[in-house]
């Protein structure tokens, strides 16, 4: 069965920092891409980042760019992204992708 758990959402400042992680199991993590994406209420569910799992390539979204960083720790079947410089708009539930299957989502909240 696979599962993927996300944490370390919450309430941040403008202009802090938090790292989210989700760790994965029920398949071979080594082997696919991993990607998070966020979500506002009333709106579709958006790609952030993408980390491939060959060649370590990424791919985000143009409003994280240069404040976003994903990263994956094979070993330990783990997925993470630090984000950086956050802002208000960054507010979101952030999941956690394989695939088609999804974790349960953790709450950022940007707010002074």
């Known amino acids: 069965e696979v599962q993927l758990v996300e944490s370390g959402g919450g309430l941040v400042q403008p202009g802090g920092s938090l790292r989210l992680s989700c760790a994965a199991s029920g398949f071979t993590f080594s082997n696919y891409a991993m990607s998070w994406y966020r979500q506002t209420p009333g709106t579709e569910r958006e790609l952030v980042a993408t980390l491939t799992s060959t060649d370590g390539s990424t791919n985000y979204a143009d409003s994280v760019k240069g404040r976003f960083t994903i990263s994956r720790d094979n070993a330990k079947n783990m997925v993470n992204l630090q984000m950086n410089s956050l802002k208000p708009e960054d507010t979101a539930v952030y999941y956690c992708?394989?695939?088609?299957?999804w974790g349960q989502g953790t709450q950022v909240t940007v707010s002074s």
């Open positions: 992708n394989y695939r088609y299957f």
